[in-house]
């Protein structure tokens, strides 16, 4: 419990429960992601970090999210830290830093800089995004929204977005309801 900024992030063994639950080998899972069986190998024993992309195709690939990998990365915790400098930027590629870890009721990410705009997104549960700094242009339900900082945009589950940051260092936080936790409506289940 507590402040974690002394144990590195660790996705591996979720990677690996998570392939083994759909009791896929290395090998499907390599020819579903286009990564090699011997970076999968090295990523589920830890030996190496993958990058945001990489996780993305990981996930893909799991039929999971890279946010869901995350959290079932680091064990629920009740009270915890994450510190501003907890995950360092690949180059060449935008930060993703997630804002809570452990498989919590939601989920919380930052986005800096550049987005992959052609993804689509689309989720069981509600988001909000909040545009910290810069602006970003979402494409929802067939209508294009800009937002600029102090923004907010809130989708109910199922609507399907995707989203590209329109001007340099952008930041994006990203708040959901986690994956595994339906949505009640009317307080009953």
Not at 11 to 16: C, E, H, L
Not at 68 to 79: G, M, Q, T, Y
Request: charged fraction near 30%.
């Amino acid at each position: 419990m507590g402040d974690h900024k002394e144990q590195p992030l660790r996705v591996g063994a979720a990677v690996r429960r998570r392939r083994r639950a759909l009791e896929l080998t290395l090998a499907v899972v390599a020819q579903r992601s286009g990564l090699s069986v011997p970076f999968l190998s090295q990523i589920e024993n830890e030996r190496a970090r993958p990058s945001r992309s990489s996780l993305e195709k990981v996930a893909d690939a799991l039929r999971t999210t890279a946010v869901e990998l995350l959290a079932a990365a680091d064990p629920a915790c009740s009270v915890d830290v994450v510190r501003a400098d907890a995950l360092e930027p690949a180059p060449d590629e935008p930060l993703v830093r997630s804002l809570v870890r452990g498989h919590q009721q939601l989920h919380a990410m930052e986005f800096i800089g550049d987005h992959d705009a052609g993804r689509e997104f689309q989720h069981r549960n509600d988001e909000l995004m909040y545009v910290a700094d810069g602006a970003v242009e979402i494409e929802a339900e067939g209508r294009a929204h800009r937002l600029g900082r102090g923004d907010t945009l809130y989708l109910t589950g199922g609507v399907r977005h995707r989203w590209r940051a329109t001007v340099p260092d952008t930041r994006v936080i990203v708040v959901a309801v986690a994956e595994h936790i339906e949505a009640v409506q009317d307080g009953r289940r």
